[in-house]
Every structure is written in structure tokens, then in C-alpha cells.
């Protein structure tokens, strides 16, 4: 993701946001992952860990989503006279 943004002229920027969706897919796979098969699974620790990285990718993952989607409010311009 690091060397995307760096290239992001080159690639596009379709291929661009393909990258940042694959990344995405990409925790969500990693984090399945660890919940099955990873050994420290069943620690409190582990848990918190699990919970918290999962709750604020979702968070923050919505709050993009709805801040894009929702229009600016344009204040109006007064010309002085």
C-alpha cells in the first residue's frame, strides 16, 4: 500500500484503487486466518487484539464511506460593496 501511493501516477488510478480494495480483502483473510489457526487464539489478549483491529478497520471503513457519500455544504460567498 506504502508503494502504491507513490507510483499512483504510473498505475492509475483504477489499478490504484484496486490495490486499496484487495487490501481490504486482504486483512479481512489475514484476520480469518489468525481466528482459526492461529495458537494464541483463545488468549484474552489475542482476543482484544482481534476485536479492536477488526472494529476500528469497520469503523473507520464505514465513517470513509458515509463522509464521501454525504455533500459538503457550500457557505455562501458575500461580496463587501
Known amino acids: 500500500m506504502i508503494i502504491s ?3 499512483r501516477k504510473v498505475i ?3 489499478i490504484w484503487r484496486g490495490l486499496h480494495y484487495l487490501g481490504f480483502a486482504a486483512f ?3 484476520m480469518a486466518h489468525g481466528i482459526t489457526a492461529g495458537s494464541d ?7 482484544v487484539i482481534y476485536w479492536f483491529s477488526t472494529a476500528s478497520v469497520l469503523f473507520l471503513t ?3 464511506i458515509l463522509m464521501h457519500s454525504s455533500p459538503v455544504k457550500q457557505t455562501p ?4 460593496s
Open 77 to 80: 460567498v458575500v461580496e463587501k
Open 5 to 7: 501511493f507513490y507510483v
Open 41 to 47: 487464539s483463545a488468549m484474552p489478549w489475542m482476543q
Open 28 to 30: 479481512f483473510v489475514g
Open 62 to 64: 464505514i465513517y470513509r
Open 12 to 14: 492509475g488510478r483504477k
